[in-house]
């Protein structure tokens, strides 16, 4: 039996789709339902469902970046979207990310019915692949998925994040949370498109933020590194001297102002 989650905001339709679809005759059997993003992605982790019938729009959660996290940790997971948000190009960037049916509500019988077969077409094309590559722990599943348009759809949401709040006490788990993955996942993506880890990714942006603020000479450096987001004098001169070479005095002394003075003298 082929597993499936319902996830809407609107308990008369997550009732509807659980009590109305003929799920044994599909050899599918309802795992669970949930009512928002966030109990829907705890349950999905949980039962690790081979099929979600969800909404895109609901609190605490919606929008491509949740197709995104999904796709990206639950690769062979197939997923229909059953929303009231009528946009085309919303749905084309949503197939494009792995959705395979992007239905309007309210949608008929027959609709449902034809997108749970694509959905199960999809599960057993997949079916003897799986058998034939994954003899251990699922490794060609975790490549599949770094390798996805979802997961770089990810990768991209998060870095604009740490970029945006690089001055916070940023830790990985809010950056996980903020694109709806667990932190493993995202550190195993973030090395993986970037080569780096998430303090490394981190650091880089907070020192190039670094030296920009050293062209300001009335700036006292350890003013710069709290505005940068480090509260730690020694710990951000340890980063900045291995991330740039030399100390950030040195830096600003020999290169930052110097380089300014230039600019305004060819100017």
């Not at 039962?47 to 909404?55: A, G, K, N, Y």
């Not at 084309?92 to 997108?115: H, T, W, Y």
């Not at 709806?180 to 933020?209: A, C, D, P």
Request: proline share 3%.
């Amino acid at each position: 039996m082929y597993k499936v989650v319902i996830i809407d905001d609107e308990p008369i339709i997550v009732k509807g789709l659980e009590k109305t679809v003929k799920w044994k005759e599909f050899g599918c059997a309802v795992a669970g339902t949930a009512y928002n993003g966030i109990e829907g992605m705890e349950l999905i982790r949980k039962e690790r469902p081979d099929m979600l019938i969800s909404d895109i729009c609901m609190p605490r959660m919606g929008g491509l970046s949740m197709i995104a996290a999904l796709k990206s940790e639950f690769p062979n997971m197939e997923i229909t979207i059953l929303t009231g948000y009528r946009d085309f190009d919303y749905a084309q960037q949503s197939i494009r990310l792995g959705v395979c049916r992007f239905l309007l509500k309210p949608s008929k019988m027959d609709e449902l019915n034809e997108a749970i077969r694509a959905m199960l077409e999809r599960l057993e094309e997949k079916a003897p692949r799986q058998k034939e590559d994954f003899p251990e722990d699922g490794a060609q599943e975790e490549k599949e998925g770094l390798e996805s348009a979802a997961s770089s759809f990810i990768v991209k949401n998060a870095l604009a994040f740490i970029e945006a709040n690089y001055a916070e006490r940023l830790k990985l788990a809010d950056v996980a949370d903020n694109v709806y993955v667990s932190q493993w996942h995202l550190s195993k993506l973030l090395n993986k498109y970037t080569g780096q880890n998430f303090s490394e990714i981190l650091n880089h942006v907070r020192m190039e933020k670094e030296k920009e603020l050293l062209e300001t000479p009335s700036l006292r450096i350890g003013d710069i590194a709290e505005k940068v987001g480090f509260l730690d004098m020694a710990h951000f001169s340890r980063v900045f001297k291995k991330q740039v070479g030399i100390s950030a005095n040195e830096y600003r002394n020999t290169v930052s102002i110097p380089q300014k003075k230039r600019e305004k003298e060819e100017i």
